[in-house]
């Protein structure tokens, strides 16, 4: 390349000279490819003639003629020729030219590859590293036309030229000729692609041109020989430096290659990392989908629930509503109730003022009960001794009266007998010598005996009187009446004289009522009447004898029941008394002893007396007594008072479950009870003290009617049976009714089977109590006497019964006034 371009040429340099080498190459390329080596400079000379008018400092624009329209003309052309060329620089027909596309030139052109990337600099007009063929047109024709103008300037350069060389030639030895023949001579050596200076040459070449001419030769060969290895040596440097940029551009496509890979590389760990966060992402929305989708739901749960609530909301305040108006209608009804209560307060204030008192009074009267009946219990003891003091002076009399009745018989016998006069046999008989000789003489006995068979016959049967079975009384013949009358006035004088001191005595009250004693005869009738056992004897005796219906009485409704009736009454308490006092029968002894009786006359008189003293047997001892004196010698006072009958058949055992209850003692050989007996039990039931009256009944049917009375005030029935016996069971109902028929159902009654001791002989199996204690109602219990099984237990149950029942009625008598109570506390 020149190198002495001027400043506006050298600024063309890396735009128009290189498409200039281009076109040069291109339109040479088809033929001269085997010129490359060296011909590519010899070719040159042209292009140089053309530029060296440029250095002879001719400016080849001023001197140009019309160049625009040589430039109209050649414009196809240089399309034609641009268009070739992009061919050229895009092989592959991608449509445009990269930057390495162009690079690519550098093997072809003899430009360096920094003047390469000039030129497609100044042909990229946009910038963007591509060309496209508009642009390289462009480019291109705009290279064209500014060549033009200058291939102009060369045109006229060499039409000066033409005669300037002429000159040389015609000259010769001329300074021009020499100048010429030096540039001649610079030309065919090349040195312009060499040398930079060439002046100090020339002044060389000059001076021995003109001084040794003939080493001229000699030097233009050492410069020809200079000039050729400076041209190797050059051209070795451009083969460096053209393996220098292949290198370079080796390196750099390698880079670029690197570059692309990593970018690839890049891009594929993008692409992974993408992917991977799309997965991520993908996961984690599928989970918040989810999420979403629970979350849906438990909003519409919570949804749900809030309407719910709000019916529920609205329900309520519906009700508030509701209430509210309830509430005013109830305050207005509480204002009336209020003053309803204050009235009803007072009022109550009035009557628990007099339920106080109604108390008080009770109670006063409780404890006036109380002592009233202390006082009866110790008149009636009083009454007692005194009466077992008549019954003594009784006995007296009544051992005279015998004496008497026994000497006026005797005597009647002895008249009868011996046919002596009466007053004699009397008088022979109160002698003490007599009676012993009366006594003493067994023909005599003999003749008594035939004597009062006689007399039997005599009286008509008028008289029980069997001497041989009975030892204890004598019947008065008619004959002696007016002995009995005597002695029967007397009795009743004393009884009068000795009673009259007592006028609220019962006895004295049934004496005076009736006037005389039943004869003994008659009683005795009863007694004796009884087949299956013995019997005990009390004054109860008397009236029961009386209850015994005759054959044209229609049983209990006669006077002398409603006298007995006044006599035994279970509200006045008077029978254990009247019992206490009962002179000892001597009916109550055994009929074993009455075979020693018949030998005198004396004989049951004095045993009747010694009964009536000697009050330790069983059967004397009545029963009622025992358990007052029992019932006193407790310490404390009884809270509450229960009468209790005893009833059942015969012989179920009731007075021996008494006994047992009483004495904690049984005799088997208990006499069958007379009329009624009295005892009297404390028990202790949930800490209060309870006394119980227990009325033992006569179980044989003829003091029936007398056990009717009883029911009438008791608090309480025990209706015993034997369950070895089975008719004592069967006779149960009829108990029942019985007791039914007096009291109605009100009463307690308590069921008792007996005798459990004696389990080998039962009739009554303890399922059919059980049973009809069920079916009415009835406390049930086996016992026995005998073993004292389930005698307390039984009681006690009855007894809290009775109890409890009396507190219930307490308690709702109470509870009147308690409730108006209460609601005064709330008001
Ligand atoms: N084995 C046995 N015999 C008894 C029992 N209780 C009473 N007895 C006998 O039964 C007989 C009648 O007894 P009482 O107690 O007199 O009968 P009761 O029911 O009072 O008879 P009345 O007074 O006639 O109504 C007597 O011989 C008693 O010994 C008992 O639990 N077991
Ligand atoms: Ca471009
Ligand atoms: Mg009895």
């Not at 739901?297 to 329900?315: D, H, N, P, V, Y």
């Not at 049951?604 to 000697?614: D, E, G, K, R």
């Not at 009325?695 to 034997?722: L, N, P, S």
Request: glycine fraction near 6%; proline fraction near 4%.
């Amino acid at each position: 390349m020149p190198r002495n371009l001027s400043g506006s040429e050298s600024e063309l340099r890396g735009a128009h000279a290189v498409p200039e080498a281009m076109l040069t190459v291109d339109t040479d390329k088809a033929g001269s490819e085997k010129q490359k080596d060296g011909q590519t400079q010899m070719a040159s000379p042209d292009r140089r003639e053309c530029s060296r008018p440029r250095s002879a400092g001719q400016d080849p624009r001023q001197s140009r003629g019309c160049p625009a329209q040589e430039q109209a003309a050649g414009q196809p052309a240089v399309l034609e020729k641009a268009q070739e060329f992009f061919q050229t620089c895009d092989p592959e027909g991608k449509g445009f030219i990269a930057r390495t596309d162009m690079q690519r030139l550098h093997e072809e052109l003899p430009l360096s590859l920094q003047d390469l990337e000039d030129v497609f600099d100044a042909l990229d007009a946009d910038g963007n590293g591509f060309l496209t063929p508009e642009e390289f047109a462009a480019g291109f024709s705009h290279f064209f036309s500014s060549q033009g103008a200058l291939s102009q300037g060369a045109a006229d350069q060499q039409v000066a030229q033409l005669p300037e060389e002429k000159v040389y030639q015609s000259r010769g030895n001329g300074g021009q000729d020499e100048e010429a023949q030096f540039q001649v001579l610079m030309d065919r050596l090349g040195a312009q692609t060499v040398l930079e200076d060439e002046n100090d040459i020339k002044q060389l070449w000059l001076q021995l041109k003109k001084d040794e001419p003939h080493l001229l030769s000699n030097f233009e060969e050492l410069l020809t020989r200079i000039f050729s290895q400076l041209q190797e040596a050059h051209e070795e440097k451009s083969e460096l430096e053209y393996a220098l940029k292949k290198k370079i551009v080796a390196y750099d496509e390698e880079i670029q290659h690197l570059y692309e890979e990593m970018e690839q590389q890049i891009k594929s760990e993008r692409e992974q990392f993408l992917l991977k966060d799309t997965e991520r992402f993908q996961a984690r929305s599928e989970e918040l989908e989810k999420e979403l989708f629970a979350k849906e739901q438990e909003l519409e749960l919570l949804s749900q629930k809030q309407r719910t609530l709000e019916g529920q909301c609205e329900a309520l305040h519906h009700d508030k509503h509701e209430t509210k108006a309830e509430n005013t209608k109830l305050k207005l009804r509480n204002q009336g109730l209020a003053q309803e209560l204050e009235r009803v307060s007072r009022e109550l204030q009035d009557a628990q003022q007099h339920l106080g008192s109604l108390q008080q009074e009770a109670c006063r009267l409780h404890q006036e009960k109380e002592m009233e009946v202390y006082r009866v219990t110790e008149s009636l003891q009083r009454e007692k001794s005194g009466l077992l003091k008549q019954l003594d002076f009784l006995r007296e009399r009544n051992k005279h009266l015998r004496d008497e009745r026994d000497v006026s018989f005797q005597g009647n016998v002895l008249c009868a007998v011996t046919g002596v006069d009466f007053h004699e046999a009397t008088h022979f008989l109160r002698g003490a010598a007599g009676r012993r000789l009366w006594e003493g003489h067994a023909f005599l006995a003999g003749r008594i005996s035939i004597a009062v068979q006689t007399t039997r016959i005599w009286e008509g049967g008028h008289t029980a009187l069997d001497v041989a079975t009975s030892s204890k009384r004598f019947c008065c013949p008619p004959l002696c009446t007016t002995q009995k009358d005597k002695a029967a006035q007397a009795s009743t004088a004393a009884s009068r004289a000795s009673w009259k001191q007592r006028s609220g005595s019962v006895i004295g009250k049934y004496v005076d009522s009736r006037g005389v004693l039943r004869s003994q005869s008659e009683e005795e009738e009863d007694v004796f009447s009884i087949p299956r056992r013995k019997s005990s004897l009390g004054p109860s005796a008397y009236p029961l004898t009386e209850e015994e219906p005759g054959p044209g009485e229609p049983g209990a409704g006669g006077p002398r029941c409603r006298a007995l009736r006044r006599i035994i009454s279970i509200e006045e308490d008077p029978l254990p008394q009247l019992l206490d006092s009962s002179p000892k029968q001597p009916l109550s002894k055994g009929p074993e002893q009455e075979g020693v009786s018949h030998q005198g006359a004396e004989g049951p008189v004095q045993q009747a007396l010694s009964l009536a003293c000697s009050p330790s047997s069983p059967r004397e001892q009545p029963v009622g007594k025992e358990a007052l004196c029992q019932v006193e010698s407790l310490p404390s006072t009884p809270d509450r008072l229960f009468k209790i009958v005893f009833v059942g058949n015969s012989a179920v055992g009731k007075t021996s479950f008494l006994r047992r209850l009483c004495e904690d003692h049984f005799s088997p050989g208990v006499a069958a009870t007379v009329g009624i007996d009295y005892r009297v039990k404390t028990v202790n039931v949930d800490n209060s003290q309870v006394a119980l009256q227990l009325w033992d009944t006569a179980g044989q049917e003829r003091y029936r009617c007398i056990t009717q009375q009883f029911f009438r005030k008791a608090d309480g029935v025990i209706v015993m049976y034997d369950l070895t016996a089975k008719e004592s069971f069967l006779s149960v109902r009829q108990w029942l009714s019985s007791v039914e028929e007096a009291v109605g159902d009100r009463v307690p009654v308590l069921l008792l089977g007996n005798k459990l001791d004696n389990e080998k002989e039962r009739e009554v199996p303890q399922g059919l109590g059980e049973q009809l204690a069920k079916e009415n109602n009835l406390i049930f219990y086996e016992c026995s006497a005998c073993s004292g099984h389930n005698t307390k237990e039984s009681l006690l149950h009855l007894a809290r019964f009775l109890k409890e029942q009396e507190d219930t009625v307490r308690e709702d008598t109470i509870q009147m006034g308690r409730p108006a109570k209460k609601k005064s506390c709330c008001g």
